[in-house]
């Protein structure tokens, strides 16, 4: 199953979708105008069920094949939300929202996915029912969570769930998958450091945080390079610092820092949460100091299942010619991982060609890649649950 005539003969109404999101971005949970616009398409295209609502503002189409012999119910999920970037592509269609672009392909990764959805109500040449989901929050919001929240998984009887995502650096029509974890999850911390204001000129009369906190950013340093298994992947980064004066001669009374820390298993994640607190708790405690540390978790790791990984790559392999199989974990994260806890599946990169990289301004979904993307999407639903 190569990439599918139909999608070269639909590319230009694709393109048409795709670039009117991305003239019209929208952040987090306020998708309104994307999620209604996904409706209505879904509801032009025939599908049996079209449900809004779902995780705040997710849109669920429901799309039932010919027979269903096993019940059987595969779910295919995109990601709809822009961020917060000015844009600085130069395109016709750029955004026409000041402070806010499509800077991750979602755009593209919706109208993939709108693309499948036409053609699978068009065919429904397969034995089973075909979930296509479409979630906002995805950049920071955890729209996956709020989605299996709202009994994403259970209400549509979804058995595997299926992710994509654009990669600039990847040739166009190539697919990189890999067994087990795919991306970190991704924490936060901030920590304040009290110790004891005063004259820069009588450092004695004062604890002086500023150098209490450099002492405990150098020192967070070892919890990766001396306390985690070098076969284990972490980083942890103290990404702001922060006093409460910007004299030239008050030693603060309070430093704030802020990081985050990513991994890609629970222990190595608990591991260095343990030592984090050791860490900066203990420096401060021997310069007569304190230090406050609060953790927040983010999403978790997200992790392909073996079964649904080799899937993934059948389809990817017989759309593209080849597949990567063996591709590197990436640090970042992506709360499709919160998907994956509820149900086995598999998460796959697609190539974006030589393009600026995902989150700058002048990055852009090279729309030479939707039949590629459209093809996998409905190939994963035709080759799952074949008609008999």
């Known amino acids: 199953m190569p990439v599918k005539n139909r999608f070269a003969q639909m590319l230009d109404e694709i393109i048409a979708w795709r670039r009117d999101f991305h003239a019209n971005p929208e952040l987090m949970f306020d998708t309104h105008r994307t999620s209604g616009r996904v409706a209505e398409l879904l ?71 709108l693309g499948a959805a036409k053609y699978l109500a068009e065919t429904r040449n397969f034995d089973g029912t075909a979930v296509v989901i479409f979630q ?43 067994h087990g974890a795919m991306m970190a999850a991704a924490d936060e911390f901030e920590i304040t ?29 070892s919890i990766v390079s001396r306390n985690v298994d070098p076969l284990r992947e972490a980083v942890l980064s103290v990404c702001a610092f922060h006093t409460d004066t910007r004299a030239y001669n008050v030693i603060p009374h309070h430093v704030h820092l802020r990081g985050t820390v990513r991994s890609m298993d629970e222990a190595t994640r608990d591991h260095i949460v343990n030592r984090l607190h050791q860490v900066t708790e203990g420096i401060a405690a021997s310069f007569g100091a304190t230090a406050k540390v609060s ?24 759309v593209a010619g080849s597949v990567v199989t063996d591709g590197d974990p990436m640090m970042g994260a992506e709360d499709f991982s919160y998907m994956l806890n509820e149900r086995p599946g598999a998460y796959i990169f697609m190539g974006n060609g030589d393009s600026a990289m995902i989150h700058h301004p002048e990055y852009d979904f090279n729309d030479d890649a939707i039949p590629a993307g459209c093809s996998w999407w409905a190939g994963l639903i035709e080759q799952r649950m074949p008609m008999r």
């Open 193 to 221: 450091v009290t110790g004891h204001g005063g004259h820069a000129a009588k450092p004695q009369a004062a604890v002086d945080t500023t150098l209490v906190a450099s002492h405990i950013v150098v020192a967070l340093q």
């Open 295 to 318: 953790y927040k978790y983010g999403y978790p790791v997200t992790i392909n299942a073996p079964e649904q990984t080799d899937f993934a790559a059948e389809v990817a392999q017989s």
């Open 43 to 113: 509801s032009s295209f025939g599908c049996d069920e079209v449900v809004t609502g779902i995780g705040r503002t997710g849109v669920v189409g429901v799309i039932r094949g010919r027979s269903d012999s096993k019940g059987r119910v595969i779910g295919l999920r995109a990601d709809m939300d822009a961020l917060p970037i000015t844009e600085a592509t130069g395109a016709e269609y750029a955004s026409t929202v000041p402070g806010k672009m499509h800077a991750c392909g979602h755009d593209g990764h919706t109208s993939m996915l």
């Open 136 to 178: 906002p929050a995805e950049e920071g919001g955890g729209g996956g969570r709020e989605m299996v929240e709202d009994g994403l998984m259970d209400r549509f009887g979804i058995d595997e769930v299926y992710g994509l995502h654009n990669m600039p650096g990847i040739p166009v029509g190539q697919f990189v998958i890999r």
